[in-house]
């Protein structure tokens, strides 16, 4: 049983939600506790408390739509919006071992009542999870709650959404900015693409053709140490291009450039 990782991720969730950390500050706080943790615990982390954060409220959509009588509140509910992103959006879990996981998690934390509770509840989203993964919008009519929460997002930004781009526009959106982001490299040197790469629509951009090896991950592949590569989002990569292009027409041989937003500074080596 997942026992510490699970803790972590309600330390994330925690750190998050109630007292306003980043989510990278809060993975990196709950990492450093304790003993080493393994680079597959620490990936496991990160995939599941940046989904959690991302599904957030359509999370609570299908708690709260269980939970009838009283809704769960604090630990209880985090440890259960852990659990059900993993339901709906892990697809190589098996349900009964999440819900086996979960239970006894919140049994050792909270007791033998709450566990009850939350075993009943996962054991009905998991039978429907097909419902929950890719719920139908609510439509135009709906209230801006319902809108939003469907979204996945505050109230106010739903708003901002659909008041720019109309109803159907503002929810092909939300539903774009759901989805697992795709990893990205980009190439030392374009000409030369490993064999677990294939090139990618911009010059000097990759995508992995093979899965990511189970110890290690993405520092196990090769020319990871060697700095043949980077992982860089599709956008960056285009961004620096573009800026690229654009110095290279001032026709200036070495101009000087001040990058103010250089975090940990991918764009400002790009070639």
């Not at 304790?34 to 496991?44: C, F, I, L």
């Not at 999440?98 to 998690?105: A, I, K, L, M, Y």
């Not at 009519?141 to 159907?168: F, I, N, R, V």
């Amino acid at each position: 049983m997942r026992t510490v990782p699970r803790k972590a991720a309600l330390q994330i969730l925690t750190d998050v939600l109630a007292n306003s950390r980043t989510l990278d500050e809060a993975i990196e706080l709950a990492c450093s506790r304790g003993p080493a943790m393994s680079t597959v615990d620490r990936a496991w982390l990160t995939e599941i408390s940046s989904g959690v954060v991302r599904h957030l409220r359509r999370l609570d959509l299908a708690i709260d739509s269980y939970a009838l009588k009283k809704k769960p509140t604090g630990k209880i509910r985090k440890i259960l919006q852990i659990a059900v992103y993993q339901l709906l959006h892990q697809d190589r879990v098996f349900p009964a071992t999440v819900v086996s996981e979960t239970v006894d998690f919140i049994k050792t934390e909270e007791g033998e009542f709450p566990a009850r509770f939350a075993n009943a509840l996962l054991r009905k989203i998991a039978e429907a999870r097909a419902e929950w993964k890719v719920p139908r919008d609510p439509g135009a009519s709906a209230s801006l709650d319902q809108k939003a929460a469907w979204a996945s997002l505050p109230a106010w930004w739903w708003k901002k959404w659909e008041t720019a781009h109309g109803y159907e526009k503002a929810c092909a959106i939300a539903s774009a900015s759901l989805e697992r982001p795709e990893t990205w490299f980009r190439l030392r040197d374009p000409e030369n693409v490993p064999s677990f790469l294939a090139a990618g629509p911009v010059t000097g951009s990759a995508r992995l053709t093979q899965e990511l090896p189970e110890s290690g991950g993405i520092s196990q592949l090769p020319g990871y140490s060697e700095g043949n590569w980077i992982i860089q989002d599709l956008a960056s990569q285009i961004l620096a291009n573009r800026f690229s292009e654009k110095l290279k027409a001032l026709g200036r041989p070495s101009p000087k450039v001040l990058d103010r937003c250089a975090a940990p500074g991918g764009k400002s080596v790009a070639p």
